[in-house]
Nanobody, 114 residues
Framework: VQLQASGGGSVQAGGSLRLSCAASGPIFSFNVMGWYRQAPGKQRDLVAHIFGADTTNYLASVKGRFTISKDRAKNTLYLQMNSLKPDDTAVYYC?????????WGQGTQVTVSS
């Protein structure tokens, strides 16, 4: 299984972006899917994940602004990001826990200017 992330870009504070993560195989078999981010010089942090019957969890600083979702028919994971802040600037990665192990997508850069 491979994951392909897209949708990053440069926006001003208060703007929105939607990230997509397309899987090369059916996602219904994935235990957990999530989005992580890594800013320069910092560790990679969990932003949001979705598991089970679409149970979701979010990093406290993005709760209420970001929404994680998935479309099983399209084998795609999404991250809708609203009210973006400069602190959201990072490379965003998607991740899946599959029966064969953990799979990461390549990163997509999100830059938020003030």
């Amino acid at each position: 299984v491979q994951l392909q992330a897209s949708g990053g870009g440069s926006v001003q504070a208060g703007g929105s972006l939607r990230l997509s993560c397309a899987a090369s195989g059916p996602i219904f078999s994935f235990n957990v899917m999530g989005w992580y981010r890594q800013a320069p010089g910092k560790q990679r942090d969990l932003v949001a994940h979705i598991f089970g019957a679409d149970t979701t969890n979010y990093l406290a600083s993005v709760k209420g602004r970001f929404t994680i979702s998935k479309d099983r028919a399209k084998n795609t994971l999404y991250l809708q990001m609203n009210s973006l802040k400069p602190d959201d600037t990072a490379v965003y990665y998607c991740r899946a826990e599959t029966v064969d192990g953990v799979v990461w997508g390549q990163g997509t850069q999100v830059t938020v200017s003030s």
